[in-house]
């Protein structure tokens, strides 16, 4: 396990952006996140690609989760919750299995997908978990999925102190390659870029069409800008701060509101203060 003091955060989101954390444990297997997590406590980070941390850093312990095994059998897959999920799509495919083409391009750990129950094309991870891992109380404990509470774009797992530490996820063997190629395509439109992918939830109305009906597409504070591409982004377009994207954020939400009375609700999880 490799331990860091004082370093910057923002090399462990795909928005670069946050500062800096008291201690960061890189847990490398299974046995370092327990150990970590036992032993210190802190702050569960998969690949960061929900986050929004503050300039101002986070006073506490982070655990940055690289536990990368897997193992498949005849029905699917076993998988530590550090395990990059595109990987896993593609060891998947390449395997002859279909089921999780649709998460290739979402840039999550499976412990960080299945906490966001992240999902794409009408499909959730938390369809295809069977069970989970978790740690709790020092104690390694199995959860069903029903157990694991799965919601659009959450589940019952975020914010209960349970660390995820494997998933075994259901695959049904078939080929897979030209989902993928249609997965691909039919994200032409997100935009590239250092983002934390959507940054609202949708609700009845999509959140895009809200943001971009009030003009802001294009908007820019310092570093970071409304994607004008799709307004759900908001994307790190070079030195952006934490502070840039989150004054976004609250004119989206403000504008948004005053125009049409809808109150955006935030996808993106804020780590540290914002004031
Ligand atoms: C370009 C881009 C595209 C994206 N597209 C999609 C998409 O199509 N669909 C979608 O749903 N999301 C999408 N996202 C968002 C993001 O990838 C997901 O929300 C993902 O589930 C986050 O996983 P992570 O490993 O990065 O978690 P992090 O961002 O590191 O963490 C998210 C939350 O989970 C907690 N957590 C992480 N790991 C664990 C663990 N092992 N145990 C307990 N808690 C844990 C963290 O503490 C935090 O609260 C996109 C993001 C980007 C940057």
């Not at 569960?44 to 690609?49: A, D, I, R, T, Y």
Request: glycine share 12%; hydrophobic share 40%.
């Amino acid at each position: 396990m490799q331990i860091f003091y004082n370093q910057n955060l923002a090399q462990f989101t795909t928005y670069k952006i946050g500062g800096t954390a008291k201690t960061i444990f890189v847990a490398q297997t299974k046995s370092d996140l327990v150990s970590a997590h036992s032993l210190y406590g802190g702050y569960p980070l998969g690949n960061g690609s929900k986050l929004l941390i503050s300039d101002a850093g986070f006073d506490g312990n982070i655990i940055v989760n690289r536990a990368g095994a897997f193992v498949f059998d005849e029905n699917g897959v076993w998988a530590e919750s550090g395990v990059s999920l595109p990987m896993l799509v593609a060891q998947s495919v390449k395997r002859g299995f279909t089921g999780l083409e649709f998460a290739c391009q979402i840039p999550a750990t499976v412990g960080g997908a299945v906490v966001m129950n992240a999902g794409a094309f009408d499909k959730s991870i938390g369809d295809m978990v069977k069970y989970i891992e978790v740690l709790r109380d020092g104690e390694i404990v199995k959860l069903t999925a029903e157990q694991c509470g799965f919601r659009y774009r959450t589940s019952a797992i975020k914010n209960s102190g349970d660390l995820v530490l494997g998933a075994r996820i259901n695959l049904q063997v078939g080929e897979g390659k030209q989902k993928i190629t249609m997965a691909i395509s039919g994200r032409k439109n997100q935009p590239s870029g250092k983002s934390c992918g959507s940054v609202f939830k949708n609700g009845e109305q999509k959140s895009a069409m809200l943001i971009e009906k009030a003009g802001l597409k294009g908007l820019r504070v310092g570093g970071a800008i409304i994607s004008p591409q799709h307004a759900n982004f908001i994307i790190n377009d070079g030195g952006a701060t934490a502070s840039d994207v989150y004054t976004l954020i609250r004119t989206a939400k403000a504008r948004v509101y005053a125009d049409f009375g809808v109150r955006l609700q935030e996808e993106v999880i804020y780590l540290g203060e914002f004031l």
